[in-house]
């Protein structure tokens, strides 16, 4: 990021100082404004430190400065706001947070589900030579969603499998969009089932039987 009169080294150096993401993060923590002696308060540091550092983060464009009045009379106080919320998440949790807010927007499921059966094809590119049974069917579904973090318990239910997945490593997102997440899921079981090669066999997702907590099923039906 290069702004006008802010030589580069300053520009991508202004977040290299601790004080200055302390300023940072508790003014964007913070439900209003702060003024210099807030910020003092808040971050232990000396007011005329914060001074110097928010003149900083302000030519670097992290923070922006306004007048604000406490009552009618008196002169007003500089206070102090950030300019973004700031990047809290990874690249791909970001990349990940943005797609589904557009789907969820845009979409009842239907692409979500989609979606993960594709991610099943990803994960098992090679159908089963011969179809599998039920046994063979959820332990290797079982695997699969181990490795992917869902921390998955089976249990036999007459001729049925039942899975617990007692994590989600998507847990934030499908918290907020469990109509996409969620059908993400159901659209990768689906499809690891399908790529077993056995047709009386279908899948079935239950979110949040318990927090944090949902239930795959596999169960047997008429070929």
Same mark, same amino acid.
């Given at each position: 990021?290069?702004?006008?009169?802010?030589?580069?080294?300053?520009?991508?150096?202004?977040?290299?100082?601790?004080s200055?993401?302390?300023?940072?993060?508790?003014?964007?923590?913070?439900?209003?404004?702060?003024?210099?002696?807030?910020?003092?308060?808040?971050?232990?540091?000396?007011?005329?430190?914060?001074?110097?550092? !928010? *003149?900083?983060?302000?030519?670097? #464009?992290?923070v %922006? &400065?306004?007048?604000a009045?406490?009552?009618? @009379?008196? $002169? +007003?106080?500089?206070?102090?706001?950030?300019?973004?919320?700031?990047?809290?998440?990874?690249?791909?949790?970001?990349?990940?947070?943005?797609?589904?807010?557009? !789907? *969820?927007?845009?979409?009842?499921? #239907?692409?979500? %589900? &989609?979606?993960?059966?594709?991610?099943?094809? @990803?994960? $098992? +590119?090679?159908?089963a030579g011969?179809?599998?049974?039920?046994?063979?069917?959820?332990?290797?579904?079982?695997?699969?969603?181990?490795?992917?973090?869902?921390?998955?318990?089976?249990?036999?239910?007459? #001729?049925?499998?039942?899975?617990?997945?007692?994590?989600?490593?998507?847990?934030?997102l499908?918290?907020?969009?469990?109509?996409?997440?969620?059908?993400?899921?159901?659209?990768?079981?689906?499809?690891?089932?399908?790529?077993?090669?056995?047709?009386?066999?279908?899948?079935?997702?239950?979110?949040?039987?318990?927090?944090?907590?949902?239930?795959?099923?596999?169960?047997?039906?008429?070929?």
């Amino acid at each position: 990021m290069y702004i006008r009169g802010v030589p580069d080294d300053v520009n991508f150096g202004a977040l290299a100082v601790p004080s200055r993401r302390q300023l940072l993060r508790a003014l964007r923590t913070a439900a209003t404004p702060l003024d210099a002696p807030a910020l003092a308060a808040a971050t232990g540091l000396h007011p005329n430190t914060v001074r110097f550092h !928010l *003149d900083v983060l302000i030519r670097t #464009g992290f923070v %922006r &400065e306004s007048s604000a009045r406490l009552g009618r @009379r008196g $002169r +007003p106080r500089t206070v102090y706001e950030p300019t973004t919320a700031g990047a809290h998440d990874t690249g791909y949790a970001l990349l990940a947070a943005v797609l589904v807010d557009r !789907l *969820d927007a845009t979409d009842g499921g #239907g692409e979500a %589900r &989609e979606a993960g059966r594709a991610w099943a094809q @990803r994960l $098992r +590119p090679h159908p089963a030579g011969q179809p599998e049974d039920m046994q063979a069917t959820a332990g290797t579904v079982a695997a699969l969603f181990t490795e992917l973090g869902f921390q998955p318990t089976l249990a036999t239910n007459g #001729g049925d499998m039942q899975m617990t997945l007692h994590a989600c490593p998507f847990w934030s997102l499908a918290e907020d969009h469990p109509g996409i997440v969620c059908a993400v899921h159901l659209g990768l079981l689906q499809g690891l089932v399908e790529q077993g090669g056995q047709p009386g066999i279908e899948a079935h997702l239950t979110p949040f039987v318990r927090p944090r907590q949902c239930q795959a099923d596999l169960v047997t039906t008429e070929a």
